[in-house]
Antibody, heavy 124, light 106 residues
Framework: EVQLVESGGGLVQPGGSLRLSCAASGFTFSSYEMNWVRQAPGKGLEWVSYISSSGSTIYYADSVKGRFTISRDNAKNSLYLQMNSLRAEDTAVYYC?????????????????WGQGTLVTVSS | DIQMTQSPSSLSASVGDRVTITCRASQSISSYLNWYQQKPGKAPKLLIYAASSLQSGVPSRFSGSGSGTDFTLTISSLQPEDFATYYCQQSYSTPRFGPGTKVDIK
């Protein structure tokens, strides 16, 4: 069974840092592209960052570029998001999400499995 | 940036109703369009990918159509477990979600 379990969320002051982790199991993690998607309280979904299966290709949303860093450790089946210079508007539930593999689901980069999310609150 | 809109933003419907949600992109995205369902306090679930392909395990009452800029998600006969918020997402460029459509009980 595919499982994605996020951790590392919590309360942090503006300007602070936090590192989120996503532990993957039930599939060959090193073969899949991964993403972080966030959802502010009561709001819609916002894609945050993407990393290729090898880690060689990375993209960020403009809203986090220069402040957040995505990475992965395929030996540990883990995905990470280092968040620096946090702002109140970064307050959200952060989900890790797997990109589909194979066929048109992959070509349209559907997110076929999601974790349960971890809440990040940026407040003084 | 490609902007996504959805209509309506919310709707009230009864069990058994046929429900249609529309998603529009600000420029052509071919068929690079996915649909998700999200229930309160839960992670989103992929329903439809590539505009019209049903994700494995998703009931056949869900269907998607469209290409270019205009897309539709249809629930042929609304079931109690379908009351949720639905999001479209384009992946033609940097992934972007629509604002969502909340489907609640009439």
């Amino acid at each position: 069974e595919v499982q994605l379990v996020e951790s590392g969320g919590g309360l942090v002051q503006p300007g602070g840092s936090l590192r989120l982790s996503c532990a993957a199991s039930g599939f060959t993690f090193s073969s899949y592209e991964m993403n972080w998607v966030r959802q502010a309280p009561g709001k819609g979904l916002e894609w945050v960052s993407y990393i290729s299966s090898s880690g060689s290709t990375i993209y960020y949303a403009d809203s986090v570029k220069g402040r957040f860093t995505i990475s992965r450790d395929n030996a540990k089946n883990s995905l990470y998001l280092q968040m620096n210079s946090l702002r109140a508007e970064d307050t959200a539930v952060y989900y890790c999400a797997r990109t589909c593999s194979g066929g048109s689901c992959y070509s349209t980069r559907g997110f076929d499995y999601w974790g349960q999310g971890t809440l990040v609150t940026v407040s003084s | 940036d490609i902007q996504m809109t959805q209509s309506p933003s919310s709707l009230s419907a009864s069990v058994g109703d046929r429900v249609t949600i529309t998603c529009r992109a600000s420029q052509s995205i071919s068929s690079y369009l996915n649909w998700y369902q999200q229930k309160p306090g839960k992670a989103p679930k992929l329903l439809i990918y590539a505009a019209s392909s049903l994700q494995s395990g998703v009931p056949s009452r869900f269907s998607g159509s469209g290409s270019g800029t205009d897309f539709t998600l249809t629930i042929s006969s609304l079931q109690p477990e379908d009351f949720a918020t639905y999001y479209c997402q384009q992946s033609y460029s940097t992934p972007r979600f629509g604002p969502g459509t909340k489907v609640d009980i009439k």
